[in-house]
């Protein structure tokens, strides 16, 4: 009914910058909040950051001035601008949405398939 395509992972050296995207698609009445997590090898999933409009947003801790989250609520996509990345930012990194969908009269939640950034020298 909903899924989350992200884009936009891949190697960078440390210092550098990537931006992930997430669509969202599918019958949708309205979306929520939406987020990035994280998850490294032998670690548990990790909030980084979530958004429910353009003021209201929460950050982990470790990412606060580096990373900057935002949504085009018109397009369903949610965004994550990772600057000054550091080797501990490796992960696979997952979007999340809270969704209701066409369907239903409650929202739902939805992950996306994870995407790869590597941060290494």
């Known amino acids: 009914q909903v899924q989350l395509v992200e884009s936009g992972g891949g190697l960078v050296q440390p210092g550098g910058s990537l931006r992930l995207s997430c669509a969202a698609s599918?019958?949708?009445?309205?979306?929520?909040?939406m987020g990035w997590y994280r998850q490294a090898p032998g670690k548990q999933r990790e909030l980084v950051a979530r958004i429910i409009s353009g003021s209201n947003t929460v950050y982990e801790d470790s990412v606060k001035g580096r990373f900057t989250i935002s949504r085009d609520n018109a397009k369903n996509t949610v965004y994550l601008q990772m600057n000054n990345l550091k080797p501990e930012d490796t992960a696979v990194y997952y979007c999340?949405?809270?969704?209701?969908?066409?369907?239903?009269?409650?929202?739902?939640?939805?992950w996306g398939q994870g995407t790869q950034v590597t941060v290494s020298s």
């Open positions: 999340y949405a809270s969704a209701r969908p066409s369907s239903s009269w409650s929202y739902r939640d939805y």
């Open positions: 599918g019958s949708i009445s309205s979306i929520g909040v």
